[in-house]
C-alpha cells in the first residue's frame, strides 16, 4: 500500500458538530482527494487538491471544506455534520503527470447520530 | 454531468467460471480507465488500467478490453477463484486535468466454490 493514512479511522459524532478528518501521506505526490462512498454509488468526488493551498470543488462538496497548508497533509471538515454525512471518506494521492493512477487510503467511517 | 454506468451490479458465479463487468462512460475526453477491486471492510486498490490508445491489455487472469467509439470497456476475469469475490468498480478519467477520475457504482461479484 502506498504511505497514506487517515486519522480517526471511526468517529460517532452528533448532528450540528463540527468534524475534521485527517489525510497524512509519505510519498510527496501532488495531488490529493477526498471521496465518500455510500451502497450503491460508488466513490464521489468531494473536493481534491493540486498543490500547497490550491484546491478545488468535486461533485458532492456541498457541507464540506478542504485545506491543504503542506505537501503531505490534506484535511476534509464538515463544519456542522449531518446525518446525510454519515459515510465512509477515501482520501486518495496521485502523483500527476502521465500516470493517472490513484492511491487510496484506509478510510474513516463516521457515523453522524 | 458526467458519469460512468456499470453493468450488473451483483454477479455471481461459480469457481472456474469467466467474469464480465461492462462499463459505458460519457466524456468523450476520457483517456484513462481504471479498474479496482474493493474487498469487505478495505481500501479500493488498483488491479488494471487501461488507456485510449490501447484496445486490449492483459495481466494473468485479467484483462480489459476498450471501445472509444462505443465508449464502452469492459473486465474480463477468467478462472474465477474464490478471493476473487469482492466489489469492483470501473473508473474514467474526467477533462480538465487533475487527474480526476469518475467511478462507476460498483459490481459485487460473488466466486461460488
Known amino acids: 500500500d502506498a504511505g497514506i493514512t487517515q486519522s480517526p479511522r471511526h468517529k460517532v459524532t452528533e448532528t450540528g458538530t463540527p468534524v475534521t478528518l485527517r489525510c497524512h501521506q509519505t510519498e510527496n505526490h501532488r495531488y490529493m482527494y477526498w471521496y465518500r462512498q455510500d451502497p450503491g454509488h460508488g466513490l464521489r468526488l468531494i473536493h481534491y487538491?493540486?498543490?500547497?493551498?490550491?484546491?478545488d470543488k468535486g461533485e458532492v462538496s456541498d457541507g464540506y471544506s478542504v485545506s491543504r497548508s503542506k505537501t503531505e497533509d490534506f484535511l476534509l471538515t464538515l463544519e456542522s455534520a449531518t446525518s446525510s454525512q454519515t459515510s465512509v471518506y477515501f482520501c486518495?494521492?496521485?502523483?500527476?503527470?502521465?500516470?493517472?493512477?490513484?492511491?487510496f487510503g484506509p478510510g474513516t467511517r463516521l457515523t453522524v447520530l | 454531468g458526467e458519469n460512468v454506468e456499470q453493468h450488473p451490479s451483483t454477479l455471481s458465479v461459480q469457481e472456474g467460471d469467466s467474469a464480465v463487468i461492462k462499463c459505458t462512460y460519457s466524456d468523450s475526453a476520457s483517456n484513462y480507465f481504471p479498474w479496482y477491486k474493493q474487498e469487505l471492510g478495505k481500501r479500493p486498490q488498483l488491479i488494471i488500467d487501461?488507456?485510449?490508445?490501447?484496445g486490449e491489455k492483459k495481466d494473468q487472469r485479467i484483462a480489459v478490453t476498450l471501445n472509444k467509439t462505443a465508449k464502452h470497456f469492459s473486465l474480463h476475469i477468467t478462472e474465477t477463484q474464490p478471493e476473487d469475490s469482492a466489489v469492483y468498480f470501473c473508473?474514467?478519467?474526467?477533462?480538465?486535468?487533475?487527474?480526476?477520475?469518475?467511478f462507476g457504482a460498483g459490481t459485487r461479484l460473488a466466486v461460488h466454490p
Open positions: 487501461i488507456r485510449s490508445n490501447v
Open positions: 473508473a474514467a478519467s474526467l477533462s480538465g486535468g487533475y487527474n480526476k477520475l469518475i
Open positions: 486518495a494521492i496521485s502523483s500527476g503527470g502521465y500516470t493517472d493512477t490513484q492511491y
Open positions: 487538491s493540486y498543490g500547497v493551498k490550491d484546491t
